[in-house]
Every structure is written in C-alpha cells, then in structure tokens.
Nanobody, 118 residues
Framework: QVQLVESGGGLVQPGGSLRLSCAAS????????MSWVRQVPGKGLEWVSD????????YYSDSVKGRFTISRDNAKNTLYLQMNSLKPEDTAVYYC???????????WGQGTQVTVSS
C-alpha cells in the first residue's frame, strides 16, 4: 500500500532551521517527481518546492528560494526539505507529494506541522 509519512516538524524560533523528511513506500519512488506543499488553515495550499525523479532538477517558490533546499535519497525512498532562516510566514502544515504524470498518479502524505514563532 502506498504510504508517504512526513516528519521533522515542530516549533522553531524565527531564523531557526528544521529538516523535514518524507518516507515513501508502496511505489517506485525513483519514478516519481516529488514536491513539498504547505497549507495555512483557511488559506489553502501553497506550492513550496519540486524535485524531479532523478534528483538533479529542483524548483522553489519565490518565498522560500535561497532559504529552503529540497533533496531526495532514492536508495532510501526518502524526500527531504532543509528549511533555514525560517520566518513566521513559513508556519503551515507541510505535505509531501509524489507525482508521476505519465501514469496519472498522485500521492499525498498526512502532513507535519511547522510553527515559526518567538
């Protein structure tokens, strides 16, 4: 069965850092592009970052570029998001997403809460 399990969220002070992880199972992880998407309650989903299936191409929203780094370890079936210089506006539930558009498949994790506050 397909599973995406996010972890690593928590409460951090502005300027601090967190590393989120997304452990994948039940599908061929290396065949899927991965994304991080976040949601503030009542505000909907906001795309944060993408990484292609091989891990050599990455993309970031303007709001996080230069502060966040997406990466993946296909041998471990794990996606990461290193978040530095965190700001209060980064507070959200962070979800990982696996997508294979050729197969028309799209999987989501349950999310992990990130709170940036002093």
């Amino acid at each position: 069965q397909v599973q995406l399990v996010e972890s690593g969220g928590g409460l951090v002070q502005p300027g601090g850092s967190l590393r989120l992880s997304c452990a994948a199972s039940g599908f061929t992880f290396s065949s899927y592009a991965m994304s991080w998407v976040r949601q503030v309650p009542g505000k909907g989903l906001e795309w944060v970052s993408d990484i292609n299936s091989g891990g050599y191409s990455t993309y970031y929203s303007d709001s996080v570029k230069g502060r966040f780094t997406i990466s993946r370890d296909n041998a471990k079936n794990t996606l990461y998001l290193q978040m530095n210089s965190l700001k209060p506006e980064d507070t959200a539930v962070y979800y990982c997403n696996a997508a294979n558009t050729l197969l028309n498949r799209d999987y989501w994790g349950q999310g992990t809460q990130v709170t940036v506050s002093s």
